[in-house]
């Protein structure tokens, strides 16, 4: 299966970026440090969600809708949501990130964590954080966890 997702999500990419995220990417990395990606993708990913603001949302079930509109229209992805005991689970497929190569999937993904932290602090959640908790997986899978981290 993990080839067929490959498949579609190389065609996910217009042909006219593939090159050159890759080489940005590629300069990225020689330039600066994968922390220092991490974090300033995290900025751009914030920079993005406070020019989208979500609409208020009353349940995890609203927002999971909401969100899901958001990534549809822009053709990246879905998620899905969890709540948990003490965290909100944030699940991301199919982000198109494998558009800047393997190697930057390490320090992408802080894109969407940027985006989620904007986007859940703004509807209330302040005094929490997200956090990755897992790699890009095969499945195209991210997960993340809004909730109190240690710092």
Do not use: K
């Amino acid at each position: 299966m993990v080839p067929i997702l490959d498949y579609l999500l190389e065609h996910q990419i217009s042909p006219q970026w593939r090159g050159m995220l890759t080489a940005l990417a590629s300069e990225f990395e020689a330039q600066i440090g994968r922390d220092e990606l991490r974090q300033l993708m995290h900025r751009v990913g914030s920079r993005f969600a406070a020019a989208h603001p979500l609409p208020a949302c009353e349940s995890t079930a609203e927002l999971a809708r909401t969100l899901n509109l958001y990534w549809h229209d822009m053709d990246w992805g879905y998620v899905e949501l969890a709540d948990e005991a003490e965290s909100l689970r944030i699940v991301h497929y199919c982000a198109p990130l494998q558009a800047f190569g393997g190697t930057a999937l390490a320090w992408t993904p802080a894109f969407l964590e940027g985006v989620y932290q904007t986007w859940l602090s703004a509807l209330g959640a302040q005094g929490l954080s997200v956090a990755q908790t897992s790699g890009y997986s095969e499945d195209t899978a991210i997960e993340f966890r809004l909730g109190r981290h240690p710092v």
